[in-house]
């Protein structure tokens, strides 16, 4: 292992993240309000850290890139930028304690959304923005994680997308990398653009429109608003909002595809199909759930919030329109089951990905036709391709270890105090990467009275959600480090 080469990349990710600060900075120079200090102070020492490492490793540069490597490299590197992106919260008026400042940037970088901000409006505009933005910034890089990184990493099965999907996908961690890189972030900009001037077209101020753009696309979930997106008010902004939910819970090189004049992209993918069919199933579902329970006067009303909220948390979004804690035991206990489905693969979305739960469900049916046909030799295949027993090996471990660390994860969460409603939903909700759960974590709620010990736990399970689990879990087994 060449800990001085990824102490290298570490560095300049680290300095890549301190020269972004100016971009809040600007606002709240613009703003003139209490922001322009701690960005000021966070950006010079993130710089100074991470071109110190970097300059100080920089002969170790090389070509080529082990699997252990990029895997170190991964973990590292995310944990040390959601340090350093915590330090304009720390250094923020408000007393910010440490674990707090982590808590609020580790959930910005991993997209999911939980605060412990009990009055978002009263963060000046520049804190407002950084935010947002690094909810953006992390959505982008779990896209180009996930469709270029973890296929060369062989990890939970996104070695599918090697044959299944064409170009921009490498094939294997090399220079062009950085093509497929520019060609994603060009998609990921002009979504993010184009909602922004939507928003605007709908009644959102500048400011509001640009912060919720950061925060759509990258299925992240953070307002500018105590109230998220419900302070609105707007069936316009909410439909708005659904639809680019719903291009972000969906594979980024479908959206490619598309872009280039295949208009057919997303119907002739079958994890796409599920996706969506499983969208539409269960928003009809807890739309004449909540009509027939009398929570709205109409059905356009009730299939307008229940399209929302459904939308939100499979999509692991986790903007709020309702406190669907409100709402009838069955739409509370299938919105606790988007919690676990998740979006598709090589989106910016959590949970188990809809296409793990596919061949989880296939590999099921072959179990049990085999017990109907013993002798029958039979072969798990997906878009006319046949799932290798390795595939299908890592995707039924990642299922095995989301579930077992769900399960441990609420039981030490209780432990600290936590009622097992809130314990379970507050695991759900960060390994996840939904933000809001149930009980004292829901969606009018916060995650400020969680104790301490707690906060570093779903800290730890944000991290084990958004990097596939297997990427954190590596690093704990002995023989990763040994020669």
Same mark, same amino acid.
């Given at each position: 292992?060449?800990?001085?080469?990824?102490v290298?990349?570490v560095?300049? +990710?680290v300095?890549?993240?301190?020269?972004?600060?100016?971009?809040?900075l600007?606002?709240?120079l613009?703003?003139?309000?209490?922001?322009?200090?701690?960005?000021?102070?966070?950006?010079?020492?993130?710089i100074?850290?991470?071109?110190?490492?970097f +300059?100080?490793?920089?002969?170790?540069?090389?070509?080529?890139l082990?699997?252990r490597?990029?895997?170190?490299?991964?973990?590292v590197?995310w944990t040390?930028?959601?340090?350093?992106?915590?330090l304009?919260?720390?250094?923020?008026?408000?007393?910010?304690?440490?674990?707090?400042?982590f808590?609020?940037s580790?959930?910005?970088?991993?997209?999911?959304?939980?605060?412990? *901000?009990?009055?978002?409006?009263?963060?000046?505009?520049?804190?407002l923005?950084?935010?947002?933005?690094?909810?953006?910034?992390?959505?982008?890089?779990?896209?180009?994680?996930?469709?270029a990184?973890?296929?060369?990493?062989?990890?939970?099965?996104?070695?599918?997308?090697?044959?299944?999907v064409?170009?921009?996908?490498?094939?294997?961690?090399?220079?062009?990398?950085?093509?497929?890189?520019?060609?994603?972030?060009?998609v990921?900009?002009?979504?993010?653009?184009?909602?922004?001037?939507?928003l605007?077209?709908g009644?959102?101020?500048?400011f509001?429109?640009?912060?919720?753009?950061?925060?759509?696309?990258p299925?992240g979930g953070?307002?500018t608003?105590?109230a998220?997106?419900?302070?609105?008010?707007s069936a316009?902004?909410?439909f708005?909002?659904?639809?680019?939910m719903?291009?972000?819970?969906?594979?980024?090189? +479908?959206?490619?595809?598309l872009?280039?004049g295949?208009p *057919?992209?997303?119907?002739?993918?079958?994890?796409?199909?599920?996706?969506l069919g499983?969208?539409?199933? *269960?928003?009809?579902?807890?739309?004449?759930?909540?009509?027939?329970?009398?929570?709205?006067?109409?059905?356009?009303?009730?299939f307008?919030y229940?399209?929302?909220?459904?939308?939100?948390?499979?999509t692991?979004?986790?903007?709020?329109?309702?406190?669907?804690?409100?709402? @009838?035991?069955?739409?509370?206990?299938?919105?606790?089951?988007?919690?676990?489905?998740?979006?598709?693969?090589?989106?910016t979305g959590?949970g188990?990905?809809?296409?793990?739960i596919?061949?989880?469900?296939?590999?099921?049916?072959?179990?049990?036709?085999?017990?109907v046909?013993?002798?029958?030799?039979?072969?798990?295949?997906?878009?006319?391709q046949?799932?290798?027993?390795?595939?299908?090996?890592s995707?039924?471990?990642?299922?095995?270890l989301?579930?077992?660390?769900?399960?441990?994860?609420t039981?030490?969460?209780?432990?600290f105090?936590?009622?097992?409603?809130?314990?379970?939903?507050?695991?759900?909700?960060?390994?996840g990467?939904?933000?809001?759960?149930?009980?004292?974590?829901?969606?009018?709620?916060?995650?400020?009275?969680? @104790?301490v010990?707690?906060?570093?736990?779903?800290?730890?399970?944000?991290?084990l959600?958004?990097?596939?689990?297997?990427?954190?879990?590596?690093?704990?087994?002995?023989?990763?480090?040994?020669?």
């Amino acid at each position: 292992m060449r800990w001085r080469y990824i102490v290298y990349i570490v560095g300049a +990710l680290v300095m890549f993240l301190g020269f972004t600060m100016v971009v809040p900075l600007a606002f709240g120079l613009f703003y003139t309000d209490q922001s322009v200090r701690p960005l000021l102070k966070s950006m010079g020492m993130t710089i100074m850290a991470g071109g110190v490492l970097f +300059l100080l490793f920089r002969k170790e540069r090389t070509a080529s890139l082990n699997q252990r490597e990029g895997m170190a490299i991964v973990t590292v590197g995310w944990t040390a930028v959601g340090f350093f992106g915590a330090l304009p919260f720390y250094f923020a008026d408000g007393h910010w304690e440490l674990v707090d400042a982590f808590f609020e940037s580790v959930s910005g970088f991993t997209t999911t959304g939980a605060s412990i *901000l009990a009055n978002v409006e009263a963060l000046p505009k520049g804190l407002l923005l950084w935010r947002s933005f690094i909810q953006w910034l992390g959505g982008m890089g779990i896209i180009v994680l996930s469709i270029a990184i973890l296929p060369f990493l062989g990890v939970g099965g996104m070695q599918l997308y090697k044959a299944e999907v064409p170009s921009p996908v490498p094939d294997k961690l090399k220079p062009r990398i950085r093509d497929t890189a520019k060609i994603l972030w060009k998609v990921y900009a002009l979504f993010s653009f184009v909602q922004m001037v939507l928003l605007m077209l709908g009644g959102m101020t500048f400011f509001d429109a640009l912060c919720h753009a950061f925060t759509t696309m990258p299925t992240g979930g953070f307002s500018t608003r105590n109230a998220s997106v419900a302070h609105f008010d707007s069936a316009y902004m909410d439909f708005v909002i659904i639809f680019f939910m719903v291009l972000a819970g969906i594979n980024f090189s +479908l959206h490619y595809q598309l872009l280039r004049g295949r208009p *057919l992209a997303f119907w002739k993918d079958r994890e796409c199909r599920f996706f969506l069919g499983a969208l539409l199933v *269960l928003i009809a579902v807890v739309s004449w759930d909540v009509f027939s329970a009398q929570i709205y006067n109409s059905i356009g009303g009730a299939f307008r919030y229940a399209a929302f909220q459904v939308v939100s948390i499979v999509t692991t979004t986790g903007f709020a329109t309702a406190d669907y804690e409100t709402w @009838p035991a069955l739409s509370q206990h299938i919105l606790l089951a988007c919690m676990f489905l998740g979006a598709s693969a090589g989106s910016t979305g959590g949970g188990m990905k809809c296409l793990r739960i596919m061949l989880c469900f296939k590999y099921c049916y072959k179990e049990l036709f085999s017990l109907v046909h013993p002798r029958a030799i039979t072969t798990i295949k997906l878009g006319g391709q046949t799932v290798s027993e390795e595939i299908m090996r890592s995707v039924l471990g990642f299922l095995a270890l989301y579930v077992g660390l769900f399960g441990l994860s609420t039981i030490v969460l209780a432990g600290f105090g936590v009622d097992f409603v809130t314990a379970f939903g507050a695991v759900a909700a960060t390994i996840g990467n939904i933000g809001p759960g149930f009980g004292a974590v829901g969606p009018v709620e916060n995650y400020a009275l969680i @104790p301490v010990p707690g906060k570093w736990l779903l800290i730890w399970c944000m991290l084990l959600g958004r990097l596939e689990i297997y990427t954190v879990l590596i690093l704990l087994v002995p023989e990763f480090w040994h020669k």
